[in-house]
């Protein structure tokens, strides 16, 4: 199973941070790079699939601060992971 979620993208940031808004269930994610030469959206999957422990990929936005990440998760295993890391806000 997999799940689709909307992203929004901080960048430039001192620091990678994930957070995720339940209520309007959005991740909104702080970032060292920039968004140029793909470095940014590297950046963003690479740190989520060292959280999630599973393959990340950006279906949509690659080229903007709003995204849709798939989490090869069920929904479920998704929101759990951010419960037990104290991420939803």
């Given at each position: 199973m997999e799940t689709i979620l909307n992203a929004?993208?901080?960048t430039g940031k001192n620091k990678f941070e994930l957070s995720f808004d339940n209520e309007k269930?959005?991740?909104l994610?702080?970032?060292?790079?920039?968004?140029?030469k793909n470095k940014a959206n590297k950046?963003?999957?690479?740190?989520?699939?060292?959280?999630?422990k599973t393959d990340i990929q950006i279906v949509f936005g690659l080229?903007?601060?709003?995204k849709k990440i798939k989490?090869?998760?069920?929904?479920?295993?998704v929101l759990e992971r951010l419960t037990t890391h104290k991420l939803i806000l």
């Open positions: 929004k993208i901080s269930e959005i991740f994610i702080k970032i060292t790079q920039q968004p140029q950046e963003i999957i690479k740190e989520l699939k060292k959280f999630f080229t903007s601060k709003e989490i090869y998760l069920p929904k479920e295993e």
